[in-house]
Nanobody, 120 residues
Framework: QVPLVESGGGLVQAGGSLRLSCEAS????????MGWYRQAPGKQRELVAR???????NYADSVKGRFTISRDNAKNIVYLQMNSLKPEDTAVYYC??????????????WGQGTQVTVSS
């Protein structure tokens, strides 16, 4: 079973919006921080935003004021609302969390990624 499942990616014009969702498997417990990362072709994976169970957030400078991260603790779902998208936001977006996963132990778990493409 995939530990995290992302959805909501797609193709959008510059200036548009997308909302990404990521649901953690029910086999993962004691989740504190959930985050979104992205990786563009030829570049390293970078942090986009993360949020604690107490709703403390932090963002990459490049997305501040445009992206908003939120979560539903009861359902272990994290969202990323992306507004005013730019072509440089084009990347595969990955969801990540740290927690205790049944049968696997404590660790950092990742989703399979969802493609976001912003056309100019």
């Amino acid at each position: 079973q995939v530990p995290l499942v992302e959805s909501g990616g797609g193709l959008v014009q510059a200036g548009g919006s997308l909302r990404l969702s990521c649901e953690a498997s029910r086999t993962i417990f004691s989740i504190n921080v959930m985050g979104w990362y992205r990786q563009a072709p030829g570049k390293q994976r970078e942090l986009v935003a993360r949020i604690t169970s107490g709703n403390t957030t932090n963002y990459a400078d490049s997305v501040k004021g445009r992206f908003t991260i939120s979560r539903d603790n009861a359902k272990n779902i994290v969202y990323l609302q992306m507004n005013s998208l730019k072509p440089e936001d084009t990347a595969v977006y990955y969801c990540s969390t740290q927690g205790l996963r049944t049968g696997y132990g404590w660790g950092e778990y990742w989703g399979q990624g969802t493609q976001v493409t912003v056309s100019s």
